[in-house]
C-alpha cells in the first residue's frame, strides 16, 4: 500500500501524519525544526508485522489548530506529548514503541514521564536526557531573534551546517536542499513556539534508571550538536539499552544513513 497521508481531526486540533505497514505500531517523532515527512525513508521500509506512524508535531507544516492557540511561549514539550496520546486514541493505539530524533526524542521522553503504560520501547535518536545549559537557553534566545528577522530561512542557514555531518556536507549536496526546504515550509509561529518549549524542557536525567522497556540508542558518529559520547552516557544509564553508532552520519541520522538506521531499528523491534 506504500506510504499513505492522513489528517486526524482530534477534539482540539487537525494533525497531519504519514503511516505505512500493519501490526503492532511505531510512532516517529520528527526533529526541530522539520516534520514528519523527515522519517519517509524509514516509512519505505517497514519490517513485516509493523505500522509506522510520523505525525508533524503542533503546528510544524501547518498542523494544528488555528495558530491563535499557538503563542510564543504556549507550549511545552509536555504539550507535544499530550498531542501524541491524543493521535494515538483517535487511531486506536493502545500502545506503541515511541522514536523521537532530537526533538522528537525530548516527547519522547515526557510521553514516558506521562503515560509509560502506553510506552511499549523507545527508540531514542541523536537527542539527550538533559535540560539546557545557560549558554543553550541564551543560544535559543538567539535563534528566536534570527527567527524574527529572517523568517524560516535564516533558521535553516544557522542550522543546516550542524545538522549534517562534515562528512556528507560536500558529497549530498541534494541532501541538504532537501532538509532546507523541510524546515522553510513551517510556519513561523510554530518554530518560535517550538525554540521556547525546547529551552523551558526538563531534566529527563532522572527517569532514565526507571525506564523499564526495550531501549536503542541511535547516535550518528558525526553529530556537531551532540557529541556521541553524551549519547553512550544516556544509553549506560538505562537498564539494558544499547547504543547503536551510524559512522559518518551527523545529527539527522536516519536522513544521512537512512538503510544503516532501518537496520538498526528493525534490530530493535
Partial sequence: MGVRSAVAHLPTRSVRYLEAGSGRSVIWLHAFPLSADQWLPQLHRVPPGWRFIAPDLRGFRGSGPSFEAITPDSMTIDDYASDVLELMAHLDVSEAVIGGLSMGGYVAFALWHRAPERVSGLVLANTRATADSPAGRVARERMVDLLEREGAEGVAREMLPKLIGASLQASQPDLIEAVRELIVANPTDAIRAAIRAIKDRPDSTPLLPRIDRPVTVIHGDEDA?????????????????????????????????????????????
Fill in 225 to 269: 550538536i551532540i557529541p556521541l559520547d553524551e549519547a553512550r552516557a544516556m544509553a549506560e544509564a538505562i537498564p539494558g539499552a544499547r547504543l547503536i553508532a551510524l559512522a559518518g552520519a551527523g545529527h539527522l541520522s536516519n536522513l544521512e544513513d537512512p538503510l544503516g538506521f532501518s537496520l538498526a531499528v528493525q534490530k530493535s523491534l
